[in-house]
């Protein structure tokens, strides 16, 4: 024991008597802190990295799955139920058209072009010659009638103030002759 005492008296003695070697020290200590310090760092900064790498690529796998399963899984569904149904039994079509504003739609409606295939298509132009010359003929036809009639009329007071009998009878059997035809 006594050999273990004496070793520890002169690496005392050799500490004290030597001031240097503790700042050579000091300087060991702090570099190795310092080392020490920066493998920490550097330590969390690959965990905090990998961590951030993980969760990405998470987010990443997820958003693949998502954008593959959800179309097909979303067919599926659709597929077997009536959407038709859905809707006439639970949408107020009425209340969607009375809250629309038509006018962008019918800004969007070609009238010059449907109105010139309607006219196009029912030949207006030969309609209205035909119904107006039939009006015209219709209003011919009355005018003559109603001139014979007058002209009758007339005939007939002249006749009168003149005492004829005969030309009246037979007038007006030529004038109703005329108006058959």
Excluded at 5 to 23: G, I
Excluded at 48 to 73: F, H, N, Q, W
Excluded at 153 to 176: A, C, G, N, P
Aim: net charge negative; proline share 3%.
């Amino acid at each position: 024991m006594s050999d273990e005492l004496d070793e520890r008296e002169s690496w005392v003695e050799t500490s004290l008597d030597a001031p240097t070697e503790a700042s050579a020290l000091g300087t060991v200590v702090s570099t190795a802190a310092s080392v020490g310090s920066g493998a920490l760092g550097l330590a969390r900064f690959a965990t905090e990295t990998s961590i951030y790498l993980v969760a990405e690529s998470t987010k990443a796998i997820t958003k693949s799955v998502l954008d593959t399963v959800v179309p097909v899984a979303v067919n599926a569904i659709v597929s077997r139920i009536d959407i038709n149904e859905i809707v006439k039994e639970h949408v107020d079509v009425n209340e969607i058209v009375a809250q629309a504003d038509i006018t962008p739609i019918l800004d969007r409606i070609p009238m010059t072009e449907i109105a010139d295939y309607v006219i196009e298509e029912i030949d207006l132009p030969s309609l209205v010659r035909e119904s107006t010359g039939g009006v015209a003929d219709g209003l011919l036809g009355t005018l003559r009638f109603q001139a014979i009639q007058t002209d009758n009329f007339v005939s007939h007071i002249v006749d009168r103030i003149l005492f004829r009998k005969e030309r009246q009878t037979k007038s007006r059997e030529v004038s109703v002759q005329h108006a058959d035809i």
